[in-house]
């Protein structure tokens, strides 16, 4: 759980004190195969961050936690430095 915090913490720290994200990231789930070819080349860094959906923390947190932490950083973050979320390109 601390490094989860502490990871949260890191990741909104940069766009507490600018306000805004220099860029914006593309989700790659919007696009057809032909769109994301075009955006994929071998300098496309891509964040793929992963949540299980039902792994146990303890009787305090729901078994959703971990996917819960992914989905808020996929929504709220949309660059994070380099990318945004699950197949997001930047």
């Not at 913490?9 to 989700?27: D, H, N, R």
Request: proline share 6%.
């Amino acid at each position: 759980m601390k490094r989860i915090l502490l990871l949260v913490l890191i990741v909104t720290s940069p766009v507490a004190v600018t306000g805004q994200p220099k860029t914006k990231g593309i989700l790659l789930e919007d696009l057809t195969w032909i769109e994301a070819e075009k955006v994929l080349t071998e300098k496309t860094i891509v964040v793929i961050p992963l949540g299980a959906a039902a792994k146990e923390h303890g009787p305090h947190l729901k078994l959703k936690n971990d996917w819960l932490i992914a989905e808020y950083l996929k929504n709220h973050h949309p660059c994070l430095g380099v990318a945004r979320c699950a197949l997001h390109v930047c």
